[in-house]
């Protein structure tokens, strides 16, 4: 009797631990843009170095959906809402969950079998596991995947303890509110899943087996989502250097945006030599996100700007929105003007042409940066996200799409606006 004791308890601290280390890993994106961030990473961004050093862990520190580029495909625009989607319903879900518990337990209610726990037993669990879905593709890196699935595992086996915990409590009266309902889900959703009782049949390897599928599950899903989006961006390569578009409808500018990089003397005039690799990332000049490629200056410190809540919000509730919108948008917010005239008044290259159509700017940064690689030929394309790359930041070139014109270049020290932070590549 003892031992099962401790067994409940440490299965219990387990599972509350592994939520906390959850959800302070994946709520890094909002800490990011926080006043708190370098406090924050002052614990924790020793652990990405310590991740950095091996050749096995280093996976774990990169993204596998868009963050910084807008997803290019209706599938990724898709899975970029059901993130948002999942986040609110998740988080709601949970909350009226915990509040008929708890008002349950005050008022000693007895067994919770009203509400959602009529069909289900562990609605609280399901909502956390919705919850951390839309987390996972909002802060999309591996780690937040690997924290995922070891939340998965740690509260399927509390569920457990509880119910015999509930069992030992109110014997038959449980025992028939088991009969008729499901675990996570409803029973008439749930029966089209026993045939995994026949691939996990109830022996003592199925406690390794299951906990080490959900593992290979997640993270498996996690890179096949970053083949799909490597596989979707729009890459223009020429020589040692690949550009790549953080707007869909820039793609069509990345070719004449490469021939002015080029015609400058095969692009030494502007800081490249042919030995190296790089990659440059075309944007318009104000793009919000640019900080987290280079320290493109201290506009694009995002955690300095004190609008954590408002961009946070925005991220979340308003996807469409920021799917579609200009980021002239973002640029106008910031500084509390009219969209229509926030490039002008607070353009970066200070372009002020009073015939311009902000939304229609024929201007664009091209940040480039140096990939690192042990390969001995050159890389092009998506090669440049392999998971054995790092990326150093060069320069930015501020061009007129158009015409190929550079009006200029500044070099950038190898660091981003969050310092050596690991940042999102795609």
């Not at 020793?46 to 997803?71: G, S």
């Not at 690689?373 to 990326?391: P, Q, V």
Request: charged fraction near 20%; hydrophobic fraction near 45%.
């Amino acid at each position: 009797m003892k031992r099962i004791k401790v067994e409940e308890i440490v299965t219990k601290i387990s599972a509350r631990i592994s939520i906390i280390v959850f959800f302070i890993i994946a709520f890094e994106i909002m800490i990011m843009i926080s006043p708190f961030a370098f406090f924050f990473y002052s614990v924790f961004n020793p652990v990405f170095h310590w991740l950095d050093q091996f050749t096995a862990t280093r996976w774990l520190t990169t993204f596998f959906l868009p963050h910084m580029i807008l997803p290019p495909t209706l599938l990724l625009k898709t899975i970029r809402i059901l993130g948002s989607a999942c986040f609110i319903f998740g988080f709601c879900l949970f909350a009226v969950c915990a509040l008929q518990v708890y008002l349950g337990k005050i008022f000693k209610w007895g067994v919770a079998n009203k509400g959602l726990y009529q069909y289900i037993r562990h609605p609280q669990y399901l909502a956390l596991g919705i919850w951390g879905i839309g987390m996972s593709i909002l802060w999309p890196r591996f780690i937040v995947l690997a924290t995922l699935s070891i939340m998965f595992i740690l509260y399927y086996f509390l569920a457990k303890d509880e119910e015999k915990r509930m069992l030992n409590q109110y014997g038959e009266q449980y025992q028939n509110y088991m009969n008729s309902t499901g675990m996570f889900l409803p029973q008439s959703i749930e029966k089209y899943f026993s045939f995994l009782g026949r691939i996990f049949p109830k022996t003592s390897w199925r406690y390794f087996a299951v906990p080490l599928s959900v593992i290979i599950l997640v993270i498996g899903m996690g890179f096949l989502l970053r083949e799909v989006t490597l596989h979707s961006l729009a890459f223009e390569s020429k020589d040692n250097i690949t550009l790549v578009s953080m707007i869909p409808e820039d793609n069509v500018l990345s070719t004449d945006v490469l021939s002015g990089i080029l015609k400058n003397n095969g692009g030494v005039n502007v800081g490249l030599t042919g030995d190296k690799d790089y990659l440059g990332y075309v944007m318009p000049v104000d793009y919000i996100m640019q900080g987290m490629i280079a320290d493109t200056g201290g506009e694009f410190h995002l955690y300095k700007k004190h609008h954590t809540v408002e961009m946070i919000t925005d991220w979340v509730l308003h996807p469409f929105q920021h799917l579609r919108s200009s980021p002239s948008l973002h640029m106008a917010k910031m500084h509390n003007v009219d969209p229509s005239i926030a490039r002008r008044h607070h353009c970066p290259i200070e372009i002020n042409e009073t015939d311009m159509n902000c939304n229609a700017c024929d201007y664009r940064r091209v940040i480039i940066v140096e990939i690192k690689h042990d390969y001995k030929r050159h890389l092009s394309g998506e090669k440049l996200f392999s998971l054995n790359t790092t990326r150093l930041p060069v320069s930015f070139i501020d061009i007129n799409a158009k015409t190929g014109e550079i009006i200029k270049v500044v070099k950038v020290h190898k660091a981003t606006a969050w310092e050596d932070v690991p940042t999102p590549g795609i």
